[in-house]
């Protein structure tokens, strides 16, 4: 087994219930490691975690600007959305600057995360399209580099499509990591997710923070993005949602993304560091506790932001009759 | 730490993913143990997979004779159900046979958990009500009870209220185990759910199997009860639940029931084992996986349910289009 660490507690009436173990690691953009707990060079798939970073090509060749994509459509596009009705237009919108329609989404359909806007969406009787995948915003971006760059973006989930090439060579050149078919599986979304080590993620969203390392037009593309998601974090999640609760707390001081399976990394650009975590059992809850408590000792929040992210890092449990019956606790930094 | 085992693990394209931690045993009706790994003696919650020993009083006080429930109010007394339509009319007419109604029900409201009986309900214009709740048999079972027994079922859920009294004492009694104010917590629905070791969990399921160690009148209401759940198994879950999936499969050879936080407990009347397993981090998923490997080493099943049983050990994940990126895969008993 893996050599994992404590991440957090779930507890009810004082007692733990439940313990989620896994990895974490803060780095600059060097990789050199500031924290670290448990296998960080143990490969693990970023999932959705990287989409910021497989955004980066539709923003430095230009085509964002060519096709007019605003900051919503940016912010859509490094988003696992819940499939609420602004994030539906708005993915609709970016398929209409590049000539076409979901017709072209090659994500799948299904009904929206958000279990409101589903139960709205049944109301209006209606059914979910491949708008309403978390990962539309994402699969918009790919057609439009696609479109622009003169290619035809039917087949841009193979990892041999031109555009998934630019992409894909864009997550190894800020990451560091080795991508090839031997540590590629296919995401919930059909596109290739590359095992590589919580390391490499971590010294990726330090360079995302920083444009460290990174070439001129891609360190502007990072900020471009950053810059896009800050200015409306609801887009990059949904109501309620982790990473849009913390960029609503910090605006463009944290960039924060989860992706499936207990994966989260974020930047923090004012200090020059990448945050990574692994809940090794694949829980979101494990993994945002750990990243708050992560972010409240490195961020340097004052008073009411650490009292912010302490409630993030500790969320206590309602039942069904609003009675407080347990919480989650952050483990991670009780055990240094 | 807890001593964890490996009960499960994610693959995606042939790589783990993510992986279960946790303990199991397989132990007969006077607490012998034939098979454990990990910490069997450390107290778990057993949340809702004890449901159908807090039911025993509603049959062996002979309330539900007297108040004329049928088998389907029987076992959706033992139920965490999904809240589709034929759970919400059950429920009702429990409470009706009680002379009460969902006005009695203190569990508090939720949508059903299943997506899809949510968004009809939505569909019809209509909310949520307690009768959704998933358990909101089992609340109706202790309406029928202190009715029955002549007291105000006001105030059921605590744990000094006269039903509520009579069916902790049934889950002691079952389980051998202590249960007082030192181990008690709040469960998702209100009533009191107390830490327990799965040694003792499995021990009592064993019993409710065989009657084995019961008084008469108790063995026969387990009995009962088993038959009810066997006789209509999508009562006790819903669809394409694994309870409901196991005990379409066996009928009356296993009685399977799983709770909140990753713990699960099953008899194998025919064996006279209880068999009990904790997800250490609170997923159904690793939890299942493992009970579906158990049953299939303990049960004896035939080279067809054999099969059955793979599968549901071994599930495989399809992704948004339908294409296999993966599997979980059962772990617990490939490293003895």
Not at 11 to 34: F, K, P, W, Y
Request: aromatic share 4%; glycine share 10%.
């Amino acid at each position: 087994m893996i050599d994992d660490v404590l991440l957090a507690e779930v507890l009810r009436g004082g007692r733990v219930e439940s313990r989620h173990a896994g990895a974490a690691i803060v780095t600059d953009g060097q990789g050199r490691i500031v924290f670290s707990a448990g296998d960080v060079e143990h490969p693990e798939f970023p999932r959705s975690a990287v989409k910021a970073m497989l955004a980066l090509p539709l923003v430095e060749t230009g085509a964002a600007e060519r096709l007019g994509l605003d900051d919503a459509g940016l912010a859509l596009a490094c988003a696992s959305h819940s499939g609420e009705p602004r994030h539906v237009e708005i993915a609709a919108a970016m398929l209409q600057k590049a000539g076409r329609d979901a017709s072209s989404l090659e994500c799948g359909t299904h009904w929206p995360t958000s279990r409101a806007a589903s139960r709205a969406l049944a109301a209006a009787c209606a059914g979910p399209t491949a708008l309403h995948n978390n990962c539309s915003g994402k699969h918009a971006g790919f057609i439009c580099l696609a479109c622009d760059q003169g290619e035809d973006p039917a087949g841009y989930v193979d990892p041999e499509h031109p555009a998934m090439r630019m992409v894909t060579a864009a997550l190894a050149d800020i990451t560091g990591a080795t991508l090839d078919e031997r540590n590629r599986a296919v995401d919930g979304c059909s596109i290739p997710t590359y095992a590589i080590p919580l390391h490499a993620l971590a010294t990726g969203f330090a360079r995302l923070g920083t444009g460290e390392s990174l070439a001129p037009d891609r360190a502007a593309a990072a900020r471009r993005l950053r810059a896009a998601v800050a200015a409306d974090p609801f887009l990059v999640a949904g109501t309620n949602r982790f990473d849009t609760r913390i960029m609503n707390l910090f605006g463009e001081r944290v960039f924060s993304k989860i992706g499936a399976e207990g994966i989260i990394a974020a930047s923090l650009p004012g200090q020059g560091l990448g945050l990574a975590v692994k809940c090794r059992d694949g829980s979101a809850r494990g993994a945002e506790a750990a990243m708050a408590a992560l972010i409240a000792r490195y961020l340097d929040p004052t008073g009411e932001e650490q009292a912010a992210l302490h409630d993030l890092a500790n969320p206590s449990l309602a039942n069904w009759n609003g009675r407080i019956v347990g919480e989650t606790r952050a483990a991670l930094l009780r055990q240094e």
